[in-house]
């Protein structure tokens, strides 16, 4: 199994129905199977100040393509999109039981399909109780709508309260955890717009949690940084970053990537999905390059002396 996801956060805006669905294609006849999305996906992208785009063109692809959707596991959100144009993030729909239900409900049309593989939680909703939110999503597995729970931005003590609540209650309990994370870290504490999540990050906590409960898959946000690694000087990395650690790592990273003939984006992704725990890249595929880049990740073959090199700097 290809063990990373394709993130399809702006297919159906910034990029084109045409494209889109080449991507698609050629991720899935490369092995690809997991594909990410989420229902408010790209609000900010669209005229109307709301989300749907994303769903919608999976959804015309699924109908374009008999059979595909038994070849890929499909995951989206609920809970970020905009109560009115303009009112995220003040104001989303949240977790309630009627905000789950319709957000459901809404994207089971959007993409044409009767269930959802990984129903995420798109971020903690502190205004409804998580008896509530546990019930509402239950409801919802107990029904064969929703595959599994993912909880994604959330702090490692409310997963730990919903999981009991879903035993209390006799209901699926999350299963997966979707936060940021990469192989370069940031500063503690740094606030900015790249950490707009204060509980939006894999620590080592979380790592710990995951390898001590393996029921518990991670997935991993921005793995790449927006084409950070690749020296582009249109994309810095950012402030946040900006530490003697990184320097030390980004010269690791590109002595093994020049030893392997690769880029220092491949052997990112080949150390998150090779690691203890192995975590899923969700990797936003905008070119055929970004896509052959992924792809190529997964045959790279890091040696334990190339994980030690990578985790052993500091």
């Known amino acids: 199994m290809m063990n990373i996801a394709l993130g399809a956060m702006e297919y ?15 991720y899935v006849d ?24 994303s769903e919608e063109l999976l959804g015309r692809w699924f109908a374009s393509r008999p059979g595909v959707r ?55 909703d502190r205004d409804t109780s998580l008896e509530e939110t546990v019930a509402a999503f239950g409801k919802h597995a107990a029904a064969g709508t929703i595959g599994r729970l993912g909880l994604s931005n959330y702090a490692l003590w409310r997963v730990e309260r919903m999981r009991d609540l879903a035993l209390q209650l006799g209901v699926m309990g999350p299963t997966a955890l979707q936060l940021r994370y990469s192989y370069l870290q940031p500063r503690p504490f740094v606030r900015d717009h790249t950490h707009d999540h204060r509980f939006g990050w894999i620590t080592d906590e979380v790592l710990d949690y995951a390898v001590q409960n393996p029921e518990q898959q991670l997935f991993a946000y921005s793995p790449l940084m927006s084409g950070a690694y690749e020296n582009r000087p249109d994309r810095p990395i950012p402030e946040a970053f900006d530490h003697p650690g990184t320097t030390r790592r980004l010269q690791v990273l590109t002595d093994i990537a020049t030893e ?27 070119t055929p390059a970004h896509l052959t880049t992924a792809l190529h990740s997964t045959t790279l073959n890091l040696t334990p002396t190339h994980h030690s090199a990578l985790d052993d700097v500091w």
């Open 12 to 26: 159906g805006t910034r990029i084109g129905e045409k494209e889109s669905f080449a991507l698609l294609d050629a």
């Open 30 to 53: 490369g092995g690809g199977e997991w594909i990410d999305t989420a229902n408010c996906y790209a609000f900010w992208q669209d005229p109307s100040g709301r989300g749907g785009q």
């Open 70 to 124: 038994d070849r890929v596991r499909l995951a989206t959100k609920v809970g970020c999109e905009p109560l009115w144009p303009g009112s995220y993030p003040e104001h989303s729909e949240g977790l309630s039981a009627k905000a789950v239900d319709a957000g459901l409900e809404g994207s089971l049309r959007r993409l044409g399909v009767d269930h959802i593989d990984l129903y995420w939680a798109h971020r903690d």
């Open 260 to 286: 392997l003939d690769a880029t220092r984006s491949q052997v990112v992704l080949a150390y998150l999905t090779a690691g203890t725990p192995a975590i899923t890249p969700i990797v936003g595929i905008s």
